[in-house]
């Protein structure tokens, strides 16, 4: 009597596994459609939507660097992350709140399969997450001036963050069978992020911060892709391995202790540890090596263009940059006077790469006559600071001279680099670093940032008034006397024909 | 008529309860009524066929399948449908939501066939202009109609309906008891109740436990004959009667060995339910 199945046909077998399998994937279709709809996970991927908006707002203006675009990528997913962890993690209770254990575990399918059509039923909110991801990668690509190559590794991230959270969820409610488990698991979450954060380790930052599902940067500097050294490729590993782990270990724990199941389980802890031990290597010897070449003697590994009188050389992904930045060197070169407006000048892209995103390394100021440099970032306040970076050049000769520059120089200086800009005082104002335009303060450069007196506010802004038509003939005219060293700001002011301040220059 | 299902020696003790003792029973199509007292054992049988737990001795087999292996259980559960004593609900699903859920859970995988069963059945408990509604916002009665709509889903071969009828009004319970006879037709339908004119009405057969064990196996009649000669009515509560209690004409209605000269009474069927418990039940009094 007993043996009536166990001799049943191979066929017939065949097809009621068929059948079961079916079952798990029109399971995992009813509870994705319950887990979309589930308030929590409405609104949040409604304030993901709106988050991506608001990062995203300027990308219009501030030509993106992609590979700071798949980066930014990565922090919105947390929020439907939270929301499917915790709604996984109910729907996988709900059985057991609602008293229908009684009866479905007389139904045909398995409980370990409706782990596994639990699991299955997150891939829905990932592949949407996936979605908003793409939708902001490519907002970015669109963008106008966007330059640098995203990284598929950390475009993963964010979908893979919503997988692992599931997965969690169904795992915690098939170990923990009530509703308070899952959102301890967030507080306790919270806190090992920090003290994962917190642990140090190797001078790419602390040991264990890798381990987390979204690692952040120190610095928000710009570097060539090539230079990130993010193993953005071994992290997504890690997450995609411990994601299929955790839900895996949900299914074994829940009655499928089948070979495939534990075949594929340790698959997926090798896929984890694999992907662990990878992300926490060191910076690849040729990535150090690079970024040392990138930082002391950027000229090896960049290619160089000729627009007009002078040379733009960048690196490799923001050579389509080099003609936006001509347009700002011709505009100001056009309002100096004498040799400086034939000038030919070598505009360099300059990073600190040494220490990858670890670190804001501040550029020295080039000692090269005519050189300017020009940082990995466009749009905004670093065009009239790139400007600045041109005027100082084509007054003292070369950026180091800047530095020490304590005269009525700067006064020509401001007027070169932002007079031919359509709103010149607004510009003065996003240049300053306290974003006003009256008072004493500190410019801001590409490199080393400059100091404006008060009295040089002052002549920069009536020399604004006076209008670029009515000061261009002057400059140009007193060309040599303005830019002379030790010129004094109210020389320079009566120079230009507005009203010279009393005093002699004090540099704070 | 053919045994759908058959048990034999099947035994199951809850620490020094023995819950089942060695039941033997064989059902065959139509409707059975398991009746017994509180504690009988009824619920622990339903279980156990339900294959919601294991006997601890004993077999059985539903339509040809045997659940002692895990494929023979999932074949089982096949052709099983069960209705649990005061069954949950997902309070926050459709009606059709709720059936449909169990019908995946049934592996019925195709799509549009399964919406069509799950319209059939929620049609069949006349629940069709509500399937649309949250379980929450359902009467009890429609909600245990949506309960037997989810264990009807699929067509199943044995039913197992683990007292259907209790907390129902009058009238839901007779909608119910044709419901239920309807399900009868063409399949297996075992029917725990405590209620003997639900299986006066709806059965074809029946079974009676107590302590766990099997006192009575066979049909309404065969069980309503039992107590023939042993009712009697008088002007008081005779003292020598298993039990006894006064009727609506105001006479008393006796149940057990009738003095000489007693003024026999026609037996029913819960007269031949209680002369088989033979006085385990001491609450049955006026």
């Keep these: ?508 | 008529m053919t045994t759908t299902v058959s048990a034999a020696g099947l035994s199951l003790r809850y620490g020094s309860t023995r819950a089942l003792d060695a039941v033997s029973l064989r059902l065959s199509e139509g409707v059975t009524g398991l009746l017994g007292p509180n504690g009988a054992g009824k619920t622990t049988l339903l279980k156990v066929l339900a294959t919601a737990q294991p006997a601890d001795s004993g077999t059985f087999t539903v339509l040809d399948h045997d659940p002692s292996t895990t494929g023979g259980r999932q074949e089982v559960r096949r052709v099983l449908g069960y209705l649990p004593q005061t069954p949950g609900f997902h309070p926050d699903f459709t009606a059709f939501e709720f059936v449909d859920y169990v019908a995946i859970l049934k592996e019925l995988t195709d799509r549009e066939g399964r919406h069509r069963e799950v319209r059939r059945v929620l049609a069949e408990v006349d629940l069709s202009d509500v399937r649309g509604k949250r379980i929450k916002k359902l009467s009890g009665g429609m909600r245990q109609r949506v309960a037997l709509a989810a264990a009807l889903v699929g067509d199943p071969g044995f039913l197992v309906l683990d007292e259907p009828t209790v907390g129902l009004d009058p009238e839901q319970r007779m909608r119910f008891r044709e419901l239920i006879a309807r399900a009868g037709e063409g399949r297996t339908v075992l029917l725990s109740t405590h209620q003997t004119e639900d299986v006066a009405m709806l059965c074809n057969q029946v079974v009676v436990m107590a302590g766990g064990i099997v006192r009575f196996e066979g049909t309404p009649a065969e069980l309503t004959a039992r107590a023939a000669g042993r009712v009697w009515s008088s002007a008081e509560r005779d003292p020598g009667a298993m039990a006894g209690w006064r009727t609506g004409l105001g006479v008393f209605r006796n149940v057990g060995d009738p003095p000489a000269g007693a003024e026999l009474v026609e037996p029913t069927l819960e007269d031949g339910y209680l002369i088989t418990l033979d006085g385990m039940v001491a609450e049955v009094t006026a």
């Design chain 1, 1 to 508: 009597m007993s043996a009536v199945l166990e001799k049943a046909p191979p066929a017939e077998r065949t097809e009621g596994e068929r059948r079961s399998w079916a079952a798990v994937f029109a399971l995992a279709r009813f509870e994705a459609r319950e887990l979309l709809l589930r308030a929590p996970v409405l609104f949040m991927f409604v304030l993901y939507a709106a988050w991506i908006g608001w990062s995203m707002r300027d990308a219009w203006t501030t030509y993106p660097a992609l590979q700071d675009v798949d980066r930014l990528t990565q922090n919105g997913p947390l929020l439907p992350a939270l929301a499917v962890l915790l709604c996984a993690n109910q729907a996988v209770l709900r059985s057991r709140r609602q008293d229908t254990d009684r009866h479905f575990d007389v139904l045909v399918l398995e409980p370990w399969r409706r782990t596994v059509a639990f699991a299955l039923s997150v891939l829905p909110a990932v592949a949407l997450t996936a979605l908003f991801v793409a939708a902001q990668f490519t907002w970015g690509v669109l963008a106008p001036g966007s330059v640098g190559h995203g990284s598929v590794g950390e475009l993963l991230v964010g979908p893979l963050t919503v997988l692992l959270a599931g997965s969690a969820g169904v795992l915690l409610a098939r170990v923990v069978r009530s509703a308070f488990a899952a959102p301890m698991l967030l507080v306790l979450a919270f806190f090992s992020i920090l003290f994962l954060g917190a642990v140090p380790g190797n001078s790419d930052g602390s040991a264990t911060r890798w381990l987390v599902p979204v690692i952040g940067d120190a610095s928000t500097k710009t570097l060539p892709s090539d230079l990130l050294g993010r193993p953005a490729a071994w992290h997504a590993l890690y997450l995609a391995g411990l994601a299929l782990t955790l839900a895996l270990a949900a299914v074994l724990v829940n009655g499928g202790r089948t070979k495939t199941v534990a075949a594929a389980l340790v698959v997926a802890v090798g896929l984890g540890t694999w992907g662990a031990v990878g992300q926490a290597g060191k910076v690849p010897a040729a990535t150090v090596a690079a970024r040392l070449v990138a930082t002391v003697n950027p000229a090896k590994v960049q290619p160089c263009a000729r627009h007009g009188h002078s040379t733009y050389c960048a690196f490799p992904e923001w050579m389509p940059r080099t003609g936006t930045w001509a347009k700002v060197t011709d505009n100001v070169q056009s309002l100096a006077g004498g040799t400086a407006a034939q000038e030919k000048l070598l505009v360099r892209q300059r990073v600190d790469a040494r220490y990858g995103m670890d670190g804001d390394g501040a550029i020295e100021p080039s000692t090269v006559p005519y050189q300017v440099t020009v940082g990995t970032r466009w749009g905004g306040p670093r065009v009239p600071e790139f400007a600045a970076a041109v005027s100082s050049v084509l007054v003292t000769g070369s950026e180091k001279a800047t530095s020490s520059l304590c005269d009525g120089r700067m006064v020509t200086i401001m007027w070169l680099a932002l007079a031919w800009q359509s709103d010149p005082l607004a510009e003065l104002r996003t240049v300053r670093l306290d974003d006003s335009v009256t008072g004493s303060a500190i410019v801001l450069s590409p490199t080393n940032p400059m100091s404006m007196t008060s009295e040089q506010t002052t002549v920069v802004r009536e020399l604004f008034t006076a209008g670029k038509s009515a000061i261009a003939p002057k400059v140009k005219a007193h060309w040599a006397e303005l830019t002379a060293p030790k010129v004094t700001t109210a020389k320079v002011a009566q120079l230009l024909g507005v009203k010279a301040p009393t005093g002699a220059d004090k540099c704070e």
